[in-house]
């Protein structure tokens, strides 16, 4: 008999809203309940991933001029396009194998941060993104910017150059407008109240996902 294709869930969310925390939960909460399931993130791990973060924590130093550099969001929307890309391929290995998948972060982060720069249009973004795995549901944790701030002072973490007031409140707004867009190509998004306690954003999300359960 054929195994059911494992699901595939995306959390969302503007720096500071707890989209890690939420991954690792519902991660936690798919093991207890039996069900085979691997958590990962985007920028991922590996080698384009791993460039994509030095890049956002300023930790490029240029060979020519030896000065720190920062790709532009241009270059970094095609960077997050081709580590997406080469994810997909695990990401639906997994899936084929009957895993559960959960993403922290996925392509409507590229169209929220990237199109930071108004040469990139939400298409643009869904463009260079297709071919890459189609998630089952995605998940978008809405908190207000001045919270999600006070969240990241309290972190070890090298802040990405988008923990800015100005930059969180352009994102927070790009998120807004690209759903509707996004959930035509990219399947359903739901936006879930992230200010709640960390255990009610994770029963919502449990809601949320129902009949996938
Ligand atoms: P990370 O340290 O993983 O932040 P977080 O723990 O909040 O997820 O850094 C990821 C950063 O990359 C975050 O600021 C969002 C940004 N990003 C994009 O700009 N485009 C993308 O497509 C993705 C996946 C992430």
């Known amino acids: 008999m054929k195994k059911k294709r494992g699901l595939f869930v995306v959390i969302e969310g503007i720096d500071g809203a707890g ?19 691997v958590l990962t ?14 890049s956002l924590s300023g930790r490029i130093i240029s060979p020519k001029t030896n000065k720190r550099i920062g790709f532009s969001e241009k270059a ?8 997406r890309i080469e994810h997909s391929a695990s990401i639906e290995a ?5 895993t559960a998948v959960i993403c922290d972060r996925y392509i409507l982060s590229s169209i929220a941060y990237q199109s930071l720069d108004p ?33 990241l002072k309290n972190r070890k973490d090298v802040p990405t150059v988008y923990e800015k007031k100005k930059l969180l409140e ?3 707004r790009n998120y807004e407008n ?9 399947g359903p ?7 709640a306690s960390q255990g009610d954003v994770h029963r919502a999300i449990i809601d949320g996902l129902g009949e996938y359960l």
């Open 41 to 54: 993130n985007e920028p991922t791990d590996e080698p384009v991933g791993k460039l994509i973060r030095d």
């Open 94 to 98: 997994a899936r084929d194998r009957g």
């Open 119 to 151: 040469a990139i249009k939400p298409k643009r973004v869904i463009e260079v993104n297709k071919g890459c795995s189609i998630p089952d549901m995605t998940f978008l944790l809405k908190v207000p910017v001045k919270e999600c701030l006070k969240r």
């Open 170 to 172: 352009s994102i927070d």
């Open 189 to 195: 998004v739901v936006a879930i109240d992230g200010t």
């Open 178 to 186: 690209a759903r509707r867009r996004y959930r035509d190509t990219f």
């Open 19 to 37: 989209t890690t925390t939420q991954a690792k939960m519902l991660h936690a909460y798919l093991e207890n309940r039996g069900v085979e399931s």
């Open 76 to 83: 970094l929307c095609l960077l997050f396009a081709a580590d």
